[in-house]
């Protein structure tokens, strides 16, 4: 048998649901039940009866997965898959914040710890921020720990004031895109589509942002041969290429998550084959972050 299929084998023997971001290796893309967005997977996990989930993604996601599902067994592949932006925020800085804005909201990115968002008021993706903050009372809403996407909220909803916390907070994939990138796209004639995680001067030249989700929406239905320009991490490429063959995608090979590209076929089948390795978070985080998670997710975007 080869390594796919004792894959495919043991998901059916575990009755397991295997998950992956849109960042994940092709041949992981390939054996998952599902690829999608940060919000999109969040539903998923939520949605199923499967007694076990492999989330392939980074440990907020499966964290996510498991603060959603507390009875179910969720395994992420490599345990030290991680997202660097999550770990720019502590729950220190996020009580600091609270205590120097005391009438502000705390919206959460889910690119956070569980610990940080036990503290939040409501979490929010790339996909749904905006409408996420539109729908609080508050009009001083505290965003973390992505600087560029609280400044992408913050030119879509100029009635209210957006604090980031830490205010230079950023994706290292995601920055690495300049203006230049943009210019060069348009020589070529292409669309350009953004992640809200890019600065803000890229967000503004663009004719598209939007969350890696929106991105598989942009191009649905599209005229055979369209071309894009995807400021991404590379592998939304294989992503879209594999949904829409009749599209011409560019993304810049060095636009690489180094997190996300942890794991290998290999891992997989470890984890399908060994149920490694468990997320275990304490009870009272799990119960305080799955407030702010499922007000998101009840808010319906
Ligand atoms: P999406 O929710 O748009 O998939 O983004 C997740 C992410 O980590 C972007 O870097
Ligand atoms: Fe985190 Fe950036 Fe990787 Fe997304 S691409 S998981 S934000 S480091």
Known sequence: MTIEERIRA?????????LAHNYQRPGIQDLADFVGDSLELARMAEGTKKPVIVFCG???????????????????????????????????MLARARAEHP?????LYINSTAECK??????????????????????EVIVAPDANLAAYVQSR????RVIAIPPAGHCYVHQCFSTQDVVSARDRGDTVICHPECRPEIQEMADLVASTGGMVRALRGQQPGRRWTILTEREMAYRLRTLYPDQE?????????RDMKKITTRDLLLSLEREQYEVILPQETMEKARRAIRRMLEAGQ
């Open 10 to 18: 043991l998901k059916e023997e575990k009755n397991a649901l295997v």
């Open 58 to 92: 980074v440990l907020f996601m499966a964290e996510t997965a498991k603060i959603l599902n507390p009875e179910r067994k969720v395994l992420i592949p490599v345990r030290d898959a991680k997202c660097p932006l999550a770990d720019q925020l502590t729950p220190a």
């Open 103 to 107: 009438g502000a909201a705390v919206v």
């Open 118 to 139: 036990a503290l939040a008021d409501i979490v929010c993706t790339s996909a749904n921020a905006v409408d996420v903050v539109r729908s609080l009372d508050a009009t």
């Open 157 to 160: 909803v100029p009635e209210k």
């Open 249 to 257: 995608v560019h993304v810049r090979d060095d636009a690489v998550c």
